[in-house]
């Protein structure tokens, strides 16, 4: 069971690239978010889906785009990279729980993203 | 903003018991408390979570305060590899739906000495 895989691992880009970063889970998760991480901080929400076909603007969303055609699948795309966009960002999965108790979120390993 | 409080860090010796506190004075009475722990240089994992009453698991405990106002992670023998920065969450209901979604504060990180 492979869990919650992110790709690419690394990558470094130029000011005004764009590019995807890509998230796959294969535990039929209704829930992704998308979180980034800057050095000595804590995770911040970017964007999230609460199933196919839905989308949310998490804490941070200004600069990235998503989209769920597919419950496996959740790309975040990044417009028009800027140095601040530099960070390392997570992708995470859990399952919806009808009775309302919190999941278990599962996190990938994360990208890590340079911007020149 | 983050609704918990944790400290910045702590230290601990290698086999002996480790207690994280976490203040949340403004927990309701629906909101579940989360730990996840980050390893170094690797994402977040869940460790434990819990409403009122304390919970085991084969990673850790939780100790709930009978006002529900702050809680404790419990690790009973620390070990090398528990070294990681643990989080206390708390879900937002602003981004997520109806369940909400997590939203990390800084976390407390944990040294463990040999």
């Known amino acids: 069971n492979a869990g919650v895989t992110q790709t690419p691992k690394f990558q470094v880009l130029k000011t005004g690239q764009s590019m995807t970063l890509q998230c796959a889970q294969d535990m039929n998760h209704e829930y992704m978010s998308w979180y980034r991480q800057d050095p000595g901080m804590g995770l911040r929400l970017i964007h999230y889906?609460?199933?196919?076909?839905?989308?949310d603007q998490g804490e941070v969303p200004n600069g990235y785009n998503v989209s769920r055609s597919t419950t496996e699948d959740f790309p975040l795309r990044l417009l028009s990279a800027a140095p601040s966009q530099t960070s390392v960002y997570f992708c995470a999965s859990r399952r919806a729980d009808g009775s309302g108790v919190n999941t278990e979120a599962f996190f990938g390993q994360g990208t890590r993203l340079t911007v020149v | 903003d983050a609704k918990t409080t944790q400290p910045n860090s702590m230290e601990s010796n290698e086999e002996e018991p480790v207690h994280l506190p976490c203040n949340h004075s403004?927990?309701?009475?629906?909101?579940?408390i989360h730990w996840y722990r980050q390893l170094p240089s690797q994402g977040p994992e869940y460790v434990i979570h819990?409403?009122?009453s304390n919970v085991n698991n084969r990673m850790a405990s939780l100790a709930i305060a009978e006002d529900r106002k702050s809680s404790t992670l419990i690790l009973h023998r620390a070990t090398l590899r528990d070294a990681a920065v643990y989080y206390c969450i708390l879900r937002d209901v602003r981004y997520g739906g109806s369940q909400g979604n997590l939203i990390f504060g800084k976390g407390t990180k944990l040294s463990v000495k040999p």
């Open positions: 403004t927990i309701s009475g629906t909101d579940y």
């Open positions: 889906s609460v199933g196919a076909g839905i989308t």
């Open positions: 819990g409403l009122t």
